[in-house]
């Protein structure tokens, strides 16, 4: 009976080393326990009727079960992750990273904090950063690359837990519990797609899991699980086909057929220029040339010009394809000690078809940063010269072309490769249990593209005649004109932990427990771009090179006091050490009191905090292409836009180039680290109670608040063009161009006034990043659960999980106060909540979950002049149609498993087949979602 004990006692431990670092309070919906005083102790939940009372503690923690994940249709863990109304669904994703900086990878932020304040671990333990980072500054973890199928459930502390984990774990913490052991074997499928359209939602999950051995019998196990995942992909000119009248009233561009969709930058192009003022017919002299080249299809020849359908070439959707790999190991040694392992692979690609490059002759300079020189670096699109086999003409002419004779060969992939290793001991010596742990990890991104120009192999091309327009050229001069290019990065970290933890006295309300451990670890970052951009080869995009290298070293404690048998008290407190970064400590309390066996009342507080990132403070730079309206010249624009209107076809269409040209306009902007950055920091509090309302049903309730300070970041452009004159050097512009002068002469005959830009266009701005800023957000997290046993009928679960936001507020740098409440804006609705209900009896499972979402104003926020309600009446949008209704979705699922080792069920998604919410504005998300049904299969062997 005594051998039993121990071994139960040693898969305990086992399953505690990896559900855990340190104590999580409240992680485990039943509380395993070390020993048998402890097991008499201790409430084990049993059956299905869980009175969570016992399971609640004083950190609210919302837990996400294997059940729940498959009633959901779930097949990757950001799918998993949309469950938590606490998560951001507009955090990166790789659905929209075709011009990501971390393109091919997504991640989660909690309470609308980014991504680099939520920590987010596997089995208590930190995963690799993804090899990119966000905006090139904020480093994250991929969940992309994590296997959903090997994921047990998910839990997600929604407090802070710097005391607890280190940096990072700020808005909270989601720890991914994977099974701990499979004997066996298991292979699953599924088939996704819209019933509306069968190209539309397109999805394919494939899984395998092998595993021999138990722990509890033979004293070992191993399993390993394997994920296919593919995702189809859809250009933008299927989604334009089938647009809904009020997005392309909105958005003419994309109405296809109609001119506005189409693009004079076209196959074969339209010259443009200018006669010369001394051209030898006077009628002719100084007049504008704005026609078609020879060999135009009819079709494509409206108003003189030729016509090129350029959304045909791009994606609306991406394709994705992924496999992940994981693998754990456990190996009894004794009935006090055991070994462990895992590993994670994983290789993710994303491809996003782009549009076909075209050339586009203003006689403007084009401006990028020259990462190496230090130095803006100018391309002006080359005229044909005199005598070019494609210039009929007696002097330059510009050609307005699109290169389109290998569309396949232009698409920007986003790929990356994930590893990560790890090793373990579990024991227990003289009444302490312990945990040690070393492993390596880290992950390499890729990003390639043909896209952009380089400026000595285009321009030879075009000049010397070595391409041949309105043909289709040898794929080695395209090749040599739109060169492979791209970034490469790499992050990784090697680290040792250990802990131990122990009862040293009896309270009152049971024994008081301590633990206490240390961690060192070495971590690695390394961003670089190809070298044709490092030399500033390629036109209009600025390279990466940031190199940076740490260690990081911690040692915490933790108390567990239940005082009596109402009141528990826990404290954490931890030191960290990061780079060259001073010591930071930080301490976390937790209190929880039962006012009776059926209402318990509790509250947290801590600080949190982020040390700042390798890319923030390593060596090196980057740059990238921004925008925004420049102060000197966006008024004179809109002046130059209405009068060009007033104008000809040709002054129509050089109306939106002028507008651009001074508001909404791009330009670079380069960003160097800060090695004397400090620390992010934050205070967080939060107050609640777990009400048992009956056997059946338990409430939750928790106020939370969080004030993150010393923040990361960059002025921006807007604050440094709205600063120019008072911060020199920092805001560089260019000489009024041939363009500017042209519009403004033609603008001026036009509307019979002077009109005219009186400064050049900027091109480019410094930034550096600092510690400026500031966020507040508060709010309720609300929850209900109830189980039903139905007797003869079967069973009935229902769950709803709610998060009210309150409050959320941004520093202004420019004023140096908070912003007026974001909440309600169009970003940040007020309530978010997921609703379920399953039923189950015998073989037989059928569920329904619905999502809800506040309506919100159209506008991002009070600045926003664009979207306002005053705005909104002057395109005379009704102050309803001023903002985004209520959302509201309901899937269904069921499965059926009376067949032998086979399980087979559907989801059917948005079952009312509810559109995407109206938005009217210009460049709106495309309103593609309808009801899509999926198929699944598994099978035991």
């Given at each position: ?130 090899g ?17 199928s ?29 099974r ?100 030898s ?7 504008r ?168 192999g ?20 395209l ?45 690695t ?80 507080m ?19 292409f ?5 102060p ?80 990361i ?46 400064v050049?266009p ?24 109830s ?54 009896k ?8 619905g ?7 159209l ?55 509810r ?13 593609l ?13």
């Amino acid at each position: 009976m005594q051998k039993q004990i121990k071994l139960k006692t040693l898969a305990a431990m086992l399953s505690l080393s990896f559900g855990t670092s340190g104590v999580v309070w409240g992680q485990d919906a039943v509380k395993v326990s070390v020993d048998e005083k402890s097991q008499a102790q201790r409430i084990v939940v049993t059956g299905s009727n869980v009175k969570r009372i016992d399971a609640e503690t004083a950190a609210p923690l919302q837990i996400i079960t294997k059940a729940e994940i498959q009633q959901s249709g779930a097949v990757t863990v950001k799918e998993i992750l949309e469950l938590s109304t606490s998560n951001d669904r507009s955090a990166i994703t790789d659905l929209t990273g075709a011009n990501s900086w971390a393109s091919g990878a997504s991640g989660a932020s909690l309470r609308n904090l980014g991504v680099n304040a939520t920590l987010i671990l596997i089995n208590g333990r930190r995963l690799p950063s993804f090899g990119f980072a966000d905006g090139l500054q904020n480093t994250f973890v991929n969940v992309d690359a994590i296997p959903a199928s090997a994921v047990e459930r998910v839990e997600i502390l929604r407090d802070g837990a710097s005391a607890i984990y280190g940096s990072s774990a700020i808005a909270g913490v989601i720890n991914i519990i994977t099974r701990k052991d499979f004997n066996g074997v298991q292979v699953s499928a599924s088939k996704q797609q819209s019933v509306n359209n069968r190209e539309l939602g397109n999805q394919s999950f494939a899984n395998i899991s092998a595993g021999y051995g138990d722990i509890n019998q033979d004293g070992y196990n191993v399993f390993a699980s394997l994920d296919l995942y593919k995702r189809g992909n859809y250009s933008d000119d299927f989604v334009n086909r089938r647009l809904p009248e009020w997005y392309l009233k909105l958005n003419p561009s994309r109405d296809t057929g109609k001119i506005d969709s189409l693009s004079t930058g076209a196959f074969p192009g339209n010259y443009t220029g200018r006669y010369p003022s001394n051209y030898s017919d006077p009628k002719l002299a100084g007049t504008r040339i704005s026609v078609a080249m020879p060999g135009c299809a009819a079709a494509n020849l409206i108003d003189g010009l030729c016509r090129y359908n350029y959304w045909k070439d791009s994606d609306a959707m991406p394709g994705a394809e992924r496999a992940a790999l994981y693998s754990m190991g456990n190996l009894k040694i004794s009935e006090n000690l055991a070994v462990w392992a895992e590993l994670q692979l994983a290789d993710t690609k994303s491809t996003y078809n782009t549009a076909i490059p075209r050339s586009n002759v203003t006689g403007s300079s084009l401006s990028w940063y020259d990462s190496l020189k230090g130095e803006l670096q100018y391309f002006v699109d080359p005229y044909l010269p005199v005598g070019h086999p494609n210039n009929p003409y007696s002097f330059p002419i510009g050609l307005n072309y699109r290169f389109a004779d290998y569309p396949d060969m232009f698409k920007n992939i986003g790929g990356s490769q994930q590893y990560r290793a790890v090793a373990g001991v579990v024991g227990t010596t003289a009444g302490w249990e312990w945990d040690a742990a070393v492993g390596y990890m880290g992950g390499r991104a890729h990003q390639r593209q043909q896209l952009y120009r380089d400026r000595y192999g285009y321009y030879d091309a075009i000049v010397k005649g070595e391409y041949q327009f309105g043909q289709k050229n040898p794929r080695s001069v395209l090749d040599k004109m739109f060169p492979l290019m791209g970034s490469d990065g790499q992050s990784t970290e090697s680290w040792l932990d250990f802990k131990a933890s122990r009862d040293v006295m009896n309270l009152a309300g049971g024994p008081m427990t301590l633990v206490f451990g240390a961690d060192l670890r070495h971590e690695t970052f390394k961003h670089k771009s190809m070298d044709n951009i490092l030399q500033a080869r390629i036109v209009q995009y600025s390279g990466v090179s940031i190199d940076g290298a740490r260690n990081v070293s911690a040692a915490f404690a933790e108390l567990n006091a239940p005082i009596t048998k109402k009141l528990e008290l826990d404290f954490a407190l931890r030191a960290d050490k990061s780079g060259p970064t001073n010591l930071e400590i930080i301490p976390k309390a937790n209190a929880s009191y039962m006012v009776s066996d059926h209402l318990k009342l509790r509250g947290t507080m801590s600080r949190g905090y982020r040390a700042p990132s390798l890319p923030e403070t390593g060596n090196g730079g980057a740059s990238w292409f921004t925008g925004g309206d420049d102060p000197k010249r966006c008024e004179m624009a809109n002046k130059i836009y209405d009068a060009l209107m007033l104008g000809d076809a040709t002054d129509r269409s050089n109306a939106l180039t002028a507008y651009y040209s001074g508001c909404e306009t791009g330009f670079p902007s380069t960003v160097t680290p800060n090695e004397k950055l400090e620390p992010e920091r934050s205070r967080i509090y939060s107050l609640g109670f777990v009400l048992q309302a009956s056997k059946d049903t338990s409430v939750t309730l928790d106020y939370w608040n969080v004030a993150r300070f010393n923040e990361i970041a960059v002025r921006g452009s807007d604050y440094l063009l709205a600063h120019e004159d008072s911060q020199a050097g920092l805001v560089v512009r260019g000489a009024l161009s041939p363009q500017d002068l042209e519009f403004g002469q033609r603008a001026s005959q036009l509307a019979g006034v002077p009109l005219g830009f009186t400064v050049g266009p900027v091109q480019g701005v410094r930034d550096q990043y600092s510690n400026i800023t500031q966020t507040k957000v508060a709010g309720l997290d609300f929850s209900v659960r109830s189980h039903w046993n139905l007797g003869g009928y079967g069973r009935l679960t229902t769950n709803l999980e709610s998060t009210v936001q309150i409050d959320t507020r941004y520093f202004e740098t420019d004023t140096q106060k908070f912003s007026e409440n974001y909440v309600g804006y169009r970003y940040n609705p007020r309530v978010v909540s997921n609703v379920s209900a399953n039923w189950s009896k015998d073989v037989w499972s059928l569920g329904a979950r619905g999502y809800f979402q506040s309506a919100r104003k159209l506008a991002w926020g009070a600045n926003d002049t664009v979207n306002s309600i005053e705005a909104c009446a002057n395109r005379k949008v009704s102050a309803q149609g001023c903002q985004l209704g209520v959302d509201f979705t309901v899937d269904l699922y069921g499965s059926y498993s009376g067949f032998k080792d086979l399980r087979l069920g559907f989801n059917l998604f948005n079952l009312m087949n509810r559109q995407t919410q109206v938005e009217n504005r210009a460049g709106g998300p495309l309103p593609l979602r309808g009801t899509a049904l999926k198929l699944w299969g598994e099978y035991k062997f």
